[in-house]
């Protein structure tokens, strides 16, 4: 069995192709990249609109499969913006249709996880999901990926990326600063903002603009909004994984490729005696292959999606999917 997904809830634009054992045959990426400034979920979706098509070709191509051979197509129907998800739900029917095979929307949260559990040795791991636009911590609880903390305001990556442009550093910041970070000494005063279980990131990035205008060092700044971040992250990890007692924690999103945060999070696993995954870059990244894979166990599960049910949605939580294939 084949299924080919397509992911596109950000500026990320992926076409990938699985088989029924989880073998990635094919991971196409593309990302938007604005001139300046963040994204513009218009741009972004007339990016995907222009790549989609040569994407799925190359992703046939690159499987060695013909189309014929795909069986079911897969589309992230949520979360994330409107007009990326509503483009390539639309590339995804126009295959459905023309393939004369299956249709499935995958929650795009949940298939970090699953990809995570089929890539690497994580069965039953508690996720920390950091990326641009999502910051959740999940895992498995009755029958549902459950969402045991997560950001209140903003996604961390949006806030370093905002952080970013504002001190100096441009678009797409995170690797930016990282490395400044690492030049850094002082641990500015920063808040720290867990909230219970949940955090918040848009006070942490209005404290650390006040400091460069004050004139502290970019690479301070850096270090102690990581320092800080990573920490809450940290922390709400843990608790997640003492609450439901699991012994593995995964990574997914784009912000976990940072170091400093692996190091962290690799830390406190170690010392609870639990075990840290990070998936290959290319499938902990947004993809089209997590897509694939998540849709392939649902159709297997006997999940059936018809043409007309399958809108996108914007703020499709991670909770409301029943999870039947586990
Ligand atoms: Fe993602």
Redesign the pocket.
């Known amino acids: 069995m084949y299924c080919l997904g397509i992911e596109g809830?950000a500026h990320t634009v992926g076409v990938g192709i699985v088989d029924h054992e989880g073998n990635v045959l094919a991971n196409e990426i593309d990302m938007y990249k604005p001139a300046e400034g963040g994204i513009h979920p218009r741009e972004a979706a007339n990016h995907h609109a222009e790549t989609l098509v040569p994407m799925v070709r190359q992703a046939i191509e690159r499987s060695g499969l013909r189309f014929k051979d795909i069986d079911v197509v897969c589309f992230s129907k949520g979360p994330g913006l409107g007009p990326c998800l509503r483009t390539v739900a639309t590339g995804a029917r126009a295959l459905s249709l023309s393939l004369k095979v299956p249709i499935i929307g995958v929650n795009?949260c949940i298939s970090?996880l699953e990809i995570g559990r089929i890539k690497t040795p994580a069965k039953d791991p508690v996720l920390l999901y950091a990326?641009g636009g999502?910051t959740q911590v999940i895992a498995f609880a009755n029958g549902r990926y459950r969402i045991f903390g997560e950001t209140l305001d903003i996604g961390i990556g949006n806030m370093l990326d905002k952080l970013g442009r504002e001190i100096g550093l441009g678009y797409y910041a995170g690797p930016k600063i990282e490395k400044a970070a690492a030049q850094g000494k002082k641990l500015l005063n920063i808040p720290y903002s867990v909230k219970g279980m949940d955090l918040a990131f848009s006070g942490i990035l209005t404290a650390a603009v006040a400091h460069r205008n004050k004139g502290e060092s970019i690479e301070d700044i850096c270090y102690s909004v990581q320092e800080t971040c990573f920490a809450m992250l940290t922390e709400v990890t843990e608790r997640a994984m003492a609450h439901v007692e699991k012994d593995g924690v995964l990574l997914g999103?784009g912000v976990v490729q940072n170091k400093r945060l692996q190091g962290m999070v690799k830390e406190m696993a170690e010392a609870r005696g639990a075990v840290m995954y990070v998936p290959d870059r290319t499938l902990c990244m947004?993809n089209g292959a997590m897509i694939a894979w998540t849709g392939l166990l649902m159709h297997r599960a006997g999940i059936r999606h018809p043409l007309n049910t399958t809108v996108v949605d914007q703020r499709f939580r991670t909770d409301q999917v029943e999870v039947t294939w586990r």
Do not use: M, P
């Open positions: 809830t795009h970090h990326s999502n999103g947004d």
